[in-house]
């Protein structure tokens, strides 16, 4: 239209002295006019009005509305429309006249030419231009047309981007669960329709306390935000487009209100306008997903309406993920769960198999009656093979707890390098060879119990994470930062003199008297004698069915040899004894290998040997231990060392050392 202008310009000063020439179009919308092209006979632009004018501001208006041309013969003299008329008069405008543009369809506006030099339009040169005014107008009219259907072709064109971006982002959704993928790809077509030059995504906790920057992408700077940073939920506008549920865009001079440490961090990366659109899935806002601009006024209403739908596509997408994580960890757990119950199964003891009538035992079992009911901790104490593991189980099946996982950890079984690991579980990463997240035993035993047997072996900086897991039931796994919450009843088992160990400073004193809070001791078989034949009779008959062989007499001699006997190993040595019993027994009486106990027992028949107590093995390898230390003077390693002399490593020693509880005498 410029250039037809131009044409007209350089044509019509032929036939009627011109210095400039305009059109002015009518909006029909907002009622106004506005002045489209301008054509000067030297190219300078003048200095008019280029914003809208009310019709009854202007006489391109008053021609427009009455279809007539409006002639101003003399603007030094022209009252009307001050506006307009003032701006003319300060560039040299001394006459003008506007007559309308209209074609057969419509009626568009005004064309308006004028002159430099006071010369009013004579009839003759108004009725040349009204011809004029003919063919601009139906040249305009085609104009418009053709930027309409542009326009129109444009709109399609960007509907068309936005619907293949949807399409995108829903096949990326239906592709992977993985957020940090599903978001590259998401902003990589809304970048296409919507420009950005960050965005992000912003995760509410289920407490609503804050919000966790699950997703970011910045492609044009270094991340001034790190993924999973969790940011206080104050004022900010992702905070206003949860609470209101609604879009929220800010510029600049809004961010500035915010006390957020993102909207600080916008502010100082240079970001001039954003967006937060909350994240709805089931009528629960979950998040807000968040754009930002370099540009001013970057997102208008068009753009927030489509990064709704976009954002309701997502906020499914993470509750899908959430759920899936949900479900994995719980899966994971009743595997995990699974594989303990089928070991308690498969284990040889359970409740009923508790036998003895003996007066220390039945006081065992009053206490365990007492104190099961209850969440107390307790420690049960007593010599290895004494049963620690039955008491805790019938603890835990005694209390409101049973239907509930019992959960058992051996401290002494696990290397302490990997023991950590084992009672609070870890994270994908956190140490060579963890090549996924592992649930602890803690997590396991969540709503029931734990047992932890042999508990005076565990490290010592091992156990403030223990008592803090005991005293606030809460921890966090090996290479995490989440702090998880339990809620765990905890039994111990040891055959150690903790409080000993409290002493010599290998067992903090805090954790003893958090374990002790209900201590069980367990008498040794030898101090119940009298429940030896029962004991007997019980493990007999049990190997005897299930090795499909017939026991109907043990010899009493055999019983009186078992009764005397002190058994070092407690009821578990008694019960491997009758296990290998009833396979060397061909008929129906009972054969015992009672040289066996002749050898262990009875090796040593002078009266000091006889006139001392039986040790268990711990306690006859530590005499031993110290005795060559001693005859080495307390030299370890080296030829005459005592590691040379017991036939082991020097590092093996000091571990056993250690474990033992010897210590170099000062």
């Known amino acids: 239209m ?32 506005r002045m489209h092209w301008l054509e000067t006979s030297d190219g300078h632009i003048p200095d008019v009005p280029h914003h809208a004018l009310k019709v009854d501001e202007s006489p391109a208006g008053l021609s427009w509305r009455r279809q007539v041309p409006v002639q101003i013969d003399d603007l030094s003299v022209e009252k009307r429309w001050p506006l307009l008329i003032g701006k003319l008069r300060e560039n040299g405008v001394a006459s003008c ?90 902003v990589g077509g809304l970048r296409r329709v919507v420009a950005h030059d960050y965005a992000s995504l912003a995760v509410l906790s289920p407490d609503a306390t804050v919000m966790q920057l699950y997703a970011l992408d910045y492609p044009s700077g270094e991340l001034f935000m790190k993924e999973g940073t969790d940011i206080p939920f104050g004022l900010s506008p992702a905070r206003i487009a949860v609470e209101t549920r609604k879009p929220l865009i800010a510029d600049r001079a809004k961010l500035m209100e915010f006390d957020s440490p993102v909207s600080r961090r916008l502010l100082e990366e240079g970001f001039q306008s954003a967006v937060s659109v909350p994240l709805i899935v089931r009528g629960k806002v979950i998040g807000t997903l968040n754009l930002s601009s370099f540009e001013k006024d970057a997102f208008h209403d068009e753009d927030v309406q489509f990064l709704a739908q976009v954002a309701a596509q997502i906020a499914i997408a993470v509750s899908n993920t959430f759920a899936f994580r949900e479900i994995q960890v719980l899966r994971d757990k009743l595997s995990d769960e699974k594989l303990y119950l089928e070991e308690e199964i498969r284990t040889e003891y359970n409740f009923r198999e508790m036998i003895g009538d003996n007066a220390a035992f039945r006081a065992v079992l009053k206490q365990v009656q007492t104190v099961a009911p209850t969440d107390a901790s307790v420690l049960i104490i007593g010599e290895t093979g004494t049963g620690k593991e039955l008491i805790a189980r019938a603890i835990h099946e005694l209390s409101p707890r049973a239907e509930r996982t019992f959960v058992k950890l051996n401290c002494a079984a696990i290397p302490t390098g990997l023991l950590e690991s084992e009672m609070f579980g870890h994270e994908r990463g956190a140490f060579t060879g963890a090549i996924q997240q592992k649930l602890g035993r803690f997590e396991l035993a969540h709503e029931g119990t734990l047992f932890l047997d042999e508990v005076g072996d565990i490290p010592l900086e091992l156990q403030p994470k223990l008592l803090r897991a005991l005293q606030e039931h809460e921890f966090e796994r090996l290479g995490g930062t989440k702090t998880l919450k339990v809620n765990v009843r905890l039994v111990a088992a040891t055959h150690r003199n903790l409080q000993q ?90 054969r015992v290998p009672l040289g066996e106990l002749k050898n262990t027992s009875q090796a040593d028949s002078s009266p000091a040997a006889a006139a001392q107590p039986s040790l268990t093995l711990e306690a006859a390898e530590r005499t031993h231990i110290l005795q060559v230390l001693r005859e080495a003077k307390w030299q370890l390693s080296g030829e005459g060392g005592a590691a040379a002399r017991l036939g082991m490593k020097r590092t093996t020693l000091q571990s056993r050392m250690k474990k033992l509880g010897i210590a170099r005498p000062v």
Request: hydrophobic share 45%; aromatic share 8%; glycine share 4%.
């Open 501 to 590: 160990m409290v002493a010599d400073g290998s067992f903090r004193m805090d954790l003893f008297y958090r374990l002790n809070v209900f201590p069980v001791l367990l008498p040794p078989l030898r101090s119940r004698r009298d429940d030896i034949p029962l004991l007997v009779r019980h493990f007999v008959q049990k190997f005897a069915r299930r090795m499909g062989r017939r026991i109907e007499r043990i010899p009493g001699e055999i019983m009186e040899a078992l009764t005397r006997y002190d058994w070092p190993g407690n009821v578990r040595e008694l019960e491997n004894l009758m296990e290998r019993a009833v396979i060397l027994s061909p008929s129906d009486v009972l």
């Open 97 to 186: 006249a506007y007559l309308p543009l209209t074609t057969a369809q419509r009626r568009l506006g005004a064309m308006g030419f004028g002159r430099t030099v006071l010369s009013p339009f004579e009839p003759r040169e108004i009725e040349f231009m009204q011809h004029v005014a003919a063919q601009v107008a139906v040249a305009v009219d085609n104009v418009l047309n053709y930027e309409k259907a542009l326009c129109f072709q444009k709109k399609l064109e960007h509907e068309r981007d936005r619907l293949n971006v949807l399409l995108e982002i829903t096949n990326a959704l239906m592709g992977s669960l993985d957020p940090k993928a599903l978001f590259s790809s998401i």
């Open 2 to 33: 410029q250039a037809l202008l131009r044409d007209l310009y350089n044509s019509l000063p032929k036939v009627v002295q011109l210095d400039y020439v305009t059109i002015v179009l009518h909006n029909a919308e907002r009622d106004e006019m």
